[in-house]
């Protein structure tokens, strides 16, 4: 997670002017020291070693050593090379002819121009196979690399040689501009075809649908328009609202700070704290808060980061029920900081965050608790193949074409349309608490949080039994294998396979015989750790 452009800017040259400073004036010689030894291999390397050597390939190794050793996946270098790209991830901007693109029967695809893109003004369709790029045939290559030659500089131009479903071919000639992915989107496009999202989803009970993909730099700005807009066809005011972070990564923590403050007035939204950095607390204001419209929320667990942070806070301030499954459980706030040399950015995590009712949301292995939960009683899960359904039934939805995507009038025919049982109950609960002024979990299935903690345990089980049975499948070839191979090296051993060790101690001495530390042996499977450990039996 980042903080805003400005913000994130003021911190990079904060970053970059401090390490200058600290370096020209107050050398620190256990930094120095600490490099020693790497200068002292590639020293080495470069004198002795028998091929050339790359010293990018170097360079870029011993940084993601540094970086691997952390255990923390989402500290990451960046090269100068890929910064664009990041930065594309990071803020959804990015210099093309707008579309959305993937592989169909082995083809680079239009799957849907963006809204008021060069693309779709160009005349380009959803489903057009794109057969060439300027003159030059996409058979063969990737989407990355087809990509890349729509990418270029705004008021360039790009001809696409595109196929539609007739066999006939045609020319397109698009103008690249700079394309912004807007992450607000609603159930449905809008009758005229032009793009426009449709976000009153039952306009009787004045309830509005608003699905968030990403938290980029702009999207409080955005996902208030989509309110306004849909209360403004609501007649003034809403019924309800639904709001969908599922499958929403997170992204920009200030953004999701604003979202949580347009809708509380008072409060605190959310903490952070780090090794280096003074804990924060971000609170509520009463300014431009917006009605007290009942709210439910949907998540999953793909929901993270700025997601969690936005669900609990209205969690834990009781301004929304939370529906779908518990979240992901990313608790940890990273910035990212150019290297001062310009080799690269480092995203580093710097913070750790909690939600207003201290709950830690960050997932480490042995957390019992983690992310937000659904409100006791809306707990929801979808099969894998419900996912799959719904997911199909919403790219379909995303699709711009010149052709109407009736409103579903109710909750079956939501699930008929667009398959989305959890959106169905959301409508469900919205009209029974504006019909009685309570919330009720309407036809969900009966459940507090001790089902949530059964779901975790059977979703844990369930990737245990796989990797189990990937076991023993490579048991079974190694088994194979030796037998061709008599002279293979024997299967390291650190005790007999018929001994049980759980229950028992391992003492730990230092080089002298001196006892460190006496451990208590819990599980079953120290063997195939050791071994890894760097021991000798």
């Known amino acids: ?98 579309a959305e693109v993937g592989l169909r029967d082995g083809w680079f695809t239009i799957l849907t121009p963006l809204d008021d893109s060069p693309a ?19 058979e063969g290559h990737s989407v990355d690399q087809c990509i890349e030659k729509l990418m270029g500089q ?57 699905r968030l993909s990403q938290f980029t730099p702009t999207c409080a700005a955005e996902l208030r328009a989509a309110i306004e807009k849909a209360t403004t066809e609501a007649g003034g005011s809403l019924g309800g609202l639904i709001l969908d972070l599922r499958f929403n990564p997170g992204g920009v923590l200030e953004q999701a700070v604003r979202i949580a403050d347009d809708f509380l007035s008072a409060g605190v939204i959310v903490s952070t704290e780090g090794r280096t950095t003074p804990r924060r607390v971000e609170r509520a204001t009463a300014d431009g808060t917006l009605p007290d419209f ?35 459980g990313k608790g940890l706030v990273q910035s990212v900081r150019p290297l001062p040399s310009g080799a690269g950015v480092l995203k580093i995590t710097e913070q750790h965050y909690a939600l207003p009712s201290g709950r830690i949301i960050q997932r480490e292995d042995d957390s019992e608790v983690w992310g937000v939960d659904p409100t006791p009683g809306y707990f929801l899960p979808l099969t894998d193949e419900q996912t799959r359904d719904m997911l199909a039934a919403r790219r379909e939805q995303e699709i711009i074409a010149h052709h109407d995507h009736p409103a579903p009038a109710d909750a079956e025919a939501i699930v008929e349309q667009l398959k989305d049982p959890q959106l169905a109950a959301a409508l469900r609960v919205l009209r029974h608490r504006i019909a009685t002024g309570e919330f009720k979990p309407v036809g969900i299935p009966e459940n507090d949080p001790t089902t949530v903690a059964a779901a975790e345990v059977k979703t844990i089980l369930e990737q245990r039994d796989r990797l189990l049975r990937e076991l023993v ?35 730990v001495t230092d080089a002298q015989g001196n006892t460190v530390a006496t451990l208590t042996i819990t599980g079953p499977d120290l063997e195939r750790w050791l071994i890894d450990a760097g021991v000798e039996p």
């Open 1 to 98: 997670m980042k903080w805003t452009t400005p913000a994130l800017l003021g911190t990079l040259a904060v970053a970059v002017v401090g390490s200058t400073l600290a370096i020209a004036t107050a050398p620190d010689r256990d930094l120095y020291t600490f490099f020693d030894p790497i200068v002292d291999v590639r020293a080495m390397l470069g004198e002795h070693y028998a091929e050339e050597l790359d010293d990018q390939a170097l360079q870029i190794g011993a940084i993601n050593g540094m970086l691997e050793s952390l255990d923390d996946p989402y500290t990451v270098f960046v090269p100068a090379k890929d910064t664009e790209n990041f930065a594309k991830d990071l803020t959804g901007e990015y210099v093309g002819i707008g």
């Open 120 to 138: 779709w003004h160009a005349g380009v369709l959803a489903n057009d196979r794109v057969v060439a790029i300027d003159g030059q045939s996409t």
């Open 154 to 210: 705004p008021g360039t131009d790009v001809t696409i040689t595109v196929q539609r479903a007739s066999g006939e071919q045609t020319d397109i000639t698009i103008t690249r501009a700079p394309i912004r992915v807007n992450p607000v989107k609603g159930f449905a496009r809008s009758d005229a075809g032009e793009g426009d999202w449709r976000f009153l989803l039952d306009p009787d009970s004045r309830i509005a649908y608003v």
């Open 294 to 328: 009942p709210m439910v929320v949907l998540v999953n667990a793909q929901s993270a980061s700025a997601s969690e942070v936005l669900a609990g806070a209205l969690a834990d301030h009781n301004r929304a029920i939370i529906l779908g499954s518990r979240t992901f």
């Open 473 to 507: 499948r490579l048991d079974r070839r190694l088994t194979a294998a030796e037998s061709a191979a008599p002279d293979a090296p024997e299967t390291r051993d650190l005790w007999p396979d018929d001994v049980s060790v759980q229950g028992g101690t391992i003492t």
